[in-house]
């Protein structure tokens, strides 16, 4: 998923960064509200991991404001206030869940999946993508190839959700670099080809027809 982090506290917020990142998530940060709800209001995110108290412009006005343009982006609120009336606040702005401070990570995860999945099965969005007879499963997040199971490591598998969604479409380093590893600069490092490679290994080796190809000087394509 494509998470956006909205949280002041800079220890707060590489915790838990570092964290969604280790889940193979592409994660965007704004320290403060005014940035965030820029950023929420004019990119698409899967989530939203969304501080109560913040400067500029705080989390329920955020909360409220995305909400009040129509959108239905999953949103984790986190605060310090943990009393009734507090979470009813938050939940009636418009949050789909409320994690009070101080919080374990793997809750944290645990609940921005289970509101992600709540999100994917009732909008729009498939919750299975299928190329050809390779198939991935977003909310059990299995990954198949006829009948043989793939195991994937959490970026392999967000590499491939990627592709599958752009499939038969050419891919550019620089999409991989945003969508895939929230790199927004070229890190001249050749992450991409080890982990396209290790991919390819996974999906294509012992089937007839590869379905992961390289377009010269372009970047890739999944698709038959």
Do not use: C
Request: charged content about 30%.
């Amino acid at each position: 998923m494509r998470i956006l982090l909205v949280e002041d506290d800079p220890h707060t917020a590489a915790f838990i960064a570092k964290g969604l990142r280790e889940d193979g998530h592409a994660v965007d940060h704004a320290d403060n509200g005014r940035d965030g709800l820029f950023m929420a209001t004019t990119e698409a995110y899967d989530a939203l991991v969304l501080d109560r108290m913040l400067p500029g412009v705080d989390g329920l006005t955020l909360l409220k404001t995305v909400r009040g343009a129509g959108s239905q982006v999953p949103v984790l609120l986190l605060t310090a206030l943990g009393d009734v009336d507090h979470r009813v606040e938050g939940l009636r702005a418009g949050a789909d869940d409320y994690l009070v401070k101080p919080f374990a990570y793997s809750e944290l995860s645990a609940r921005l999946d289970s509101i992600a999945r709540r999100g994917a099965s009732g909008g729009s969005e498939p919750t299975k993508l299928r190329v050809a007879d390779l198939e991935l499963d977003l909310l059990s997040r299995e990954a198949r190839r006829g009948d043989k199971r793939i195991e994937l490591q959490p970026r392999e598998f967000r590499l491939l959700e990627y592709l599958m969604k752009q499939a038969e479409r050419v891919v550019t380093r620089t999409m991989l670099l945003e969508a895939v590893w929230d790199y927004h600069f070229d890190p001249q490092t050749n992450v991409i080809d080890v982990h396209i490679s290790r991919l390819r290994q996974k999906i294509d080796a012992g089937f007839p027809k590869p379905l992961l190809h390289t377009v010269r000087g372009a970047g890739y394509r999944l698709g038959t």
